[in-house]
């Protein structure tokens, strides 16, 4: 069902376009990707993906807008279910009065402190009301679930109003509920500030409170000062409570809670290269606390032909599983159209999120390539090998060809 609609929207979008074509700019990605690894069931998967994205300005003249991006998908080994083919987004983006006005029908993503979605509706936005530093979003239509079939009775609804006050402060409030067939699932409240103090000091918060339960289900408090030109240091705090649809059975059982305290100092060597150290106290209630502190280099690739990181893990907890972990990575420019690289995260716990399996890694070792084969082509490849609680080993690949127009 989602490739055909992947497949029409794309033939239609194409269609309309094709006789305004001086007037409409069109430009997108391509990237036709072939993977390989194992289950923990021992079977061999093999998908293979295409992925799009659109992107159309000013159709017919009319400042009218198109934005899309999906994947067709398969399993070439029949053997995961999980591999689908999915559109995340195909809306129409209209401003009007110098962007005072913006409406965007369609598919799109939704984000607000209050919470996310991927919606099939419309999202109206207002800026400078009354000529004030203030925005009012609006926003209605489907709830979208890749991991279940779309069902009519699934709504979202919501908004976000901001207001940057003359005094340095960036504040906002958003609403957003979710309904399950008919039935209220979600209904969250959030709330957000951040405020600049002389150019040296940026403090912000998060918060997000579930209505239904009435409790806190998201907390970030953070500070981060950068008076100097090579040195900063950030402080956060975080408390995460999860939230589970009044409509899953989930909701009826307790769900624990998660604290988290870091601080950071960052020293910058270089344009393109720092220090850091990173020591972070993470709080459970099910398990016993932990420290992990963390310490290395990071070059970014920009002006040069090297780039990569080497980073010394720690983590200590009272159940006396000490972990002393490192992170290596290089990648260098072997020659114009090749960049290669190497990696290696030894006994450093690493979580992917899946909503089908906890994919915990306690070590990687890789090495990856980019070949360019012009400005607007290149290949991608990957070949990696994992441990984790549900396999010894497991080894995965990845080859990617990128086309953008």
């Not at 067709?72 to 006005?101: G, H, I, P, Q």
């Not at 907390?219 to 008076?227: C, E, N, T």
Request: no cysteine; hydrophobic share 40%; glycine share 8%.
């Amino acid at each position: 069902m989602r490739i055909s609609i992947l497949v029409v929207l794309l033939v239609v979008v194409g269609l309309v376009l094709v006789q305004p074509a001086l007037a409409t700019v069109i430009t997108g990605r391509s990237s036709t990707v072939l993977e390989w690894y194992d289950t923990p069931d021992e079977d061999t998967v093999v998908p293979v993906y295409e992925y799009l994205h659109l992107k159309a300005r000013d159709i017919g003249g009319q400042g009218i807008n198109f934005y899309g991006y999906g994947r067709l998908a398969d399993d070439f080994a029949d053997e995961d279910d999980t591999v689908s083919s999915r559109l995340y987004s195909a809306y129409f983006d209209k401003s009007w009065k110098d962007r005072m006005f913006d409406l965007r029908v369609g598919r799109q993503f939704l984000s607000t402190t209050a919470g996310a979605s991927v919606m099939d509706g419309a999202r109206l936005k207002l800026n400078k009301l009354w000529g004030q530093p203030l925005k009012l979003t609006l926003f209605g239509g489907g709830d979208v679930k890749f991991s279940e079939a779309y069902k009519a009775g699934d709504y979202v609804l919501g908004g976000d109003v901001h207001y940057d006050f003359a005094f340095g402060t960036k504040a906002g409030i958003s609403y957003i509920q979710k309904w399950d067939e008919k039935e209220l699932g979600y209904e969250l409240l959030g709330f957000d500030a951040r405020h600049e103090f002389a150019k040296m000091l940026d403090t912000y918060g998060e918060l997000q409170f579930d209505l239904l339960t009435e409790s806190v289900s998201y907390a970030l408090v953070g500070a981060d000062y950068h008076r100097a030109k090579n040195w900063s240091l950030r402080a956060e705090y975080l408390y995460s409570l999860p939230v589970f649809s009044s409509t899953s059975i989930y909701s009826v059982f307790a769900v624990s809670e998660y604290e988290e305290v870091m601080l950071e100092y960052n020293h910058y060597l270089t344009y393109d290269m720092k220090a850091f150290v990173r020591l972070t106290y993470e709080m459970y209630v099910d398990f016993d606390d932990a420290q992990v502190l963390e310490a290395g280099v990071r070059k970014m690739m920009m002006r040069s032909d090297w780039g990569g990181y080497a980073i010394a893990t720690y983590r200590d907890d009272e159940e006396g599983q000490d972990l002393y972990g490192i992170k290596l990575y290089g990648s260098y420019r072997v020659m114009p159209e090749l960049r290669a690289g190497f990696g290696l995260h030894i006994d450093v716990l690493e979580r992917r999120l899946d909503p089908d399996v906890d994919e915990t890694t306690s070590s990687r070792i890789w090495t990856d390539a980019i070949y360019t084969l012009n400005k607007r082509t290149n290949v991608e490849a990957k070949l990696e090998y994992l441990e984790s609680d549900l396999w010894d080993y497991q080894l995965r690949g990845r080859v990617r060809l990128n086309w953008t127009f």
